[in-house]
Structure formats: C-alpha cells, structure tokens
C-alpha cells in the first residue's frame, strides 16, 4: 500500500498515476454486462459531485447522508463528501423511515442521498416531518420523484457541478485544509439495547486502520478482486473497501444482496468480506448435496473432507512436514472433489475471506478450511474502526475457537466481568452528541466493548458474548445465549433461535424453521398440512425437531441445553423491530412480542 493519503484526496491521487486503471466494476442489469469504471472517470465524477455540494451551499463540517445499497455512485459521493470536508453518515437500505429521522435529527443532516425507490420514499417521509432535512438527491434514475419540489435526480444534481463557474476554487481551498482531525463518518449502532449512538470516525481512525491493515495482510496485491457484498453502511466492508482501494484492486459492487450466490459465481473473487451466517449458509448446503449422493460418494467424500482436515489442521497449521501418503491423497482431492466445491460455489479463485460481525461455529470453521477455503476470522465494533482481532491468513498457526491474534499497535486488556478493554488510534473518541455515553464508555482511558472474553496463552482474543446478553438461570448457572443459538443454526433445518433463559429455571428457545427443507421433508415423510401454522405443531415435526436440536447442542453443558421449544411460521425481520439493520437479535422486543409463548414453556 501506498503512504498516507486522505481519502479526500484519494480519487484525485490515485487518478494522477493510474488514470486507465479499472478501480470498480458495476452491473448493467440491462445487457448483463460488469461495466468498468477506472480511477480516471471515478475523480471526475468525484469532482462534479463535490463542486455540486459547494453549489448546494454544504459548508465544512455538514453532515450529509447516504442512503442506499451499495451502488459505485455512493462511493463516488462518499469521497466527495470528505473532499469538501463534510462528514459522511451512512444508513442501511432497509432502514424504516423512523430509523433514519432519528439520524436525520440527532445529526443535524440537510441533506440525503437516496438509492432506490424505497429509500427515496422514506426519505420523502421524513422530509415531511424533520425540521433539519431540505434536499433529496434521488441516485437511480427510475426513482419517480413525485413532484416534490426538495428533490432532484442524480443527473440533474450532478449539472450544478458541471456547469459551475465558482466551486473549482472553493474545492481548491477545502482540499488545501484537509486534516487528519476530519470528522469522516458517522456510523449509528443499530441499538440493540437502547437508541442508536453515532459512533466519531476521524480520518485519523481510517489512517491507523490502514496502517495496522497493511502490516497483517501482507498478501494483498494489485491482481486481487474483491466482491463488495456487505453493506457499505457496515464499518466493516466500508473499511474494507477503502483498504482495498489504497492498494489498487478491483472492487466488484454487489447491488442486491439476494443476488450474491449468482454473483460470486460470475465475479469469482479472491477476497470478499463476510459475516458468519453466509458461511453458515454454505456449510449447510454442501452438507444437504453430500446428503442427497449416491452411498458410494457420500463415503469419499466425508473421506476426503477428514484427509483435508488432518493435513491442514493437525499439519499445516503448525507448519509441520505433511506426511507423504497424506500429502499425496490431499493433492487427489484438492484437485478433483474440492477444486469442484470451490468452482460450485465461485470461490475458487479464493486468497483468503475475512469474516465478522458474529461467532463463527468451529464446526463451519473447520470444514471450511478442511477443503481449503482460507477463511479469516476476525473481531471488531464501530467503534473501532473495524478490527480489533484476526487470524493472520498468511501464519497458519491460528486457534478455531478464537478471533485471532490481536492487531499490531492496539492495547487489549480483560477488565471487570471478563470485559474487553482496548486502547489505541483506531478508537472512536466517543459518541455524537452523547456525552454521557461517551463518559460510559470509557474507564481510564481504556474503549469498553460491553464484549466477555479472555486471551489465550498465545495471545489470541477469544469472544464469549455481549456482556448485557449473558443468561443467569435461576440455578445461579451463566449462560451464553449466542453460543446456544450458533449450535442450532449451523443445523439445516433452523434459519433462526432466540435463546430464553434470564431467571428461568432451564433454558428455551423459539425456533424459525427453514421452510423449503422442511417443506421438503414433510412431502418426503408423507406429512399433510393446510398451512404452516399447522404443519408446525404436527407432533412429528416437534419430535423432528427435538431430535436435532438434542444432535446440535451435544457438546453443550445440561445447564445450557434447550430443554423446550417453539416453532414460529413467521421469521425475526428488521421490519417488525425483532432484528437490527445487521441482523441481530434485538432481544427485548422478541421477548415482548412472543411473552405469552415464552411463558407457557415455563408452566
């Protein structure tokens, strides 16, 4: 990677010596095409869109919002908007339009960028009711605007620039004081436990995290491509995505993320950043095809799959001499079963797969690297600029059960409650506008990260859970309800568990069924139904149920073990609150929405 460069500057530097190269690809849904856009056209663009935020008035310092699925006009306008040293406030696509007033009026945001048709209509919502938003900048061009006088068509936007007689000085002057001290981005915590809290990124905390970044991932060349998939509203593919620009790969943009499995085939990426669930999802349905084969194959198969977990866990990890024969049988598979896997899949093209945002099951984690997909597991929060921890995928001596070994020039310390402390230049300085939760959330100097864990003898970060998570039965036992939850849906049969168990006397779970396999299995098992509601309480798919659920949780202490369930027809969304814009258990509100299931578990 290049020095220090402000990602301000970033589009215009990087054009300077790399003009023709390609630095994104974007999908034309219309001819099918992943169209070029090379640094040359990304400054251009980067230029117009500034010089018409200067033409809109945006002062520096002016929060502005971006509202969308990932699209490569949002990271034009996202370096745009550090290039006039405004601040960058992100927002999930499938944010409601209560989610996105309340940031609209914590940050003080005139104006919003929106992707589609549904983030311009909520955007319409709320510019009906904020006293702070003014403008709508709708980026697809299908966007109906409806005659609202505050809105206007990205192109139309994009003329102000174009034809500006006045903004090329001021651009000059604003690029002339660009500073490391920059409020970059605002990223809101999608508040799990109380409201959302904007977390201060500064370009310094981009900087370090580069830097650190650079000193891990030493691998990372120029010929690399990366499939952009998570949202660029998540610190992490944001960050990721940065990293990846600084050091010249192609970024390919995943609009739809229901699209990503025929995207990863068309891309075949060497690196894509990914939360555990894809991987789940992966591990899933590779055991369903090895279930469906002949005997004959199921047999080599598993054989192959224990011949790649003895030679690259128990001898490549730890850098030792892979015996002949098994070196030998691990050469036959890898070039035949798991070359076909990865093809399958889209990975086989693969570096290596940074993955976050929850625990990894050390069963997926173990099979993925068995059939040799590199996947690097990691630890990290807004708050920090994204990781904290990570598997070096270039030192193969790396623990499953942990996040890996801690990054270069970042402080970590266990305090009370086994609560992880950090300490270092990726760290936020706190909260906007949230003094007494920026107060909280530091002890002497130390980040608190409300996360339970402990350090390894070599040093590796394991994570048990969210410390305002953790169960204690009415048996005075702790509980680790995530830990419960990843046991059961590795299982191919279950999409989602909420764990129940604070004061309780056992522990209880209410489960989403994945309704294709079950489905499926109920044809296969000659069960009637006239809905789901019915199918779900047929005692043999309770019996079904239970059998799996005691499979998947075996190595789990009695005390953490689901003792009772329920089957629910409908699944956690972020629509009905149950879940956050990232997907997480918001805990309170499923208790609240399901009590009286929850109670007649413990009668």
Known sequence: MEGQIHFGKLAFEKAKKYANRTVLRSKNEKIGIWEPITWGELSKQVETIAKSLIEMGVKEGDRIAIFSQN??????????????????????????????????????????????????????????????????????????????????????????????????????????????????????????????????????????????HDIRLTNITDKDTSLCFLPLSHIFERAWTYLCMLNNMTIYINKNPKEIQATIKEVRPTMMCAVPRFWEKVYMGVIDKIDSFHPLMQKLMRRAIRVGKERNLEYRRYDKKVPTFLAFQYWIYSNTLFKILKKVIGLDNGKFFPTAGAALSNDVN??????????????????????????????????????????????????????????????????YNKTQATEESFVDGWFKTGDAGYLTEKGRLVIRERIKELY??????????????????????????????????????????????????????????????????????????????????????????????????????PDNGELTNTLKLKRKVIYQHYEQIIENMYI
């Not at 919003?112 to 549904?118: N, R």
């Open 71 to 212: 699209m490569a006009e949002i990271i034009a306008v996202d370096l745009a908007i550090l290039a006039i040293k405004g601040t960058s406030v992100p927002m999930y696509a499938t944010s409601s339009a209560a989610q996105i007033e309340y940031i609209i009026n914590d940050a003080q945001i005139e104006i919003i960028f929106a992707g589609e048709q549904y983030q311009y209509d909520r955007s319409v919502e709320v510019l009906q009711q904020s006293q702070y938003l003014k403008k709508i900048v709708a980026i697809d061009s299908s966007v109906q605007l409806k005659g609202v006088d505050a809105a206007i068509s990205f192109e139309d936007f994009m003329k102000h620039g174009e034809e500006s007689t006045q903004a090329d000085k001021i651009l000059a002057e604003r690029q002339e004081r660009l500073s490391m001290d920059d409020l970059s981005t605002l990223i809101y915590t999608s508040g799990t436990t109380g409201e959302p809290k904007g977390v201060i990124i500064r370009q310094s905390n981009y900087q370090q995290a580069m830097k650190i």
């Open 366 to 431: 173990i099979f993925l690297h068995s059939v040799g997909l590199n996947i690097c597991v990691g630890y990290g929060l807004t708050e920090t600029c994204a990781t904290v921890s990570c598997y070096n995928p270039f030192n193969k001596d790396y623990e499953i059960e942990s996040a890996g070994d801690i990054m270069p020039e970042l402080e970590v310390k266990i305090g009370e409650n086994d609560e992880i402390l950090l300490r270092g230049k990726t760290i936020t300085e706190g909260y």
């Open 472 to 573: 204690k039965t009415s048996n005075g036992k702790y509980v680790a309800p995530q830990q419960v939850e990843n046991k059961l849906c590795v299982d191919k049969y279950i999409e989602q568990a909420a764990i129940i168990g604070d004061q309780r006397k056992y522990v209880s779970a209410l489960i989403v069924p994945v309704f294709p396999a079950l489905e499926a299995y109920a044809e296969t098992a000659k069960i009637r139904y006239n809905s789901r509601e019915e199918l779900l309480q047929n005692p043999k798919i309770i019996d079904f149920y239970e059998a799996r659920i005691q499979q998947a949780q075996k190595e789990l202490a009695g005390y953490e073990q689901v003792k009772k369930f329920t089957l629910l027809a409908q699944p956690f969304s």
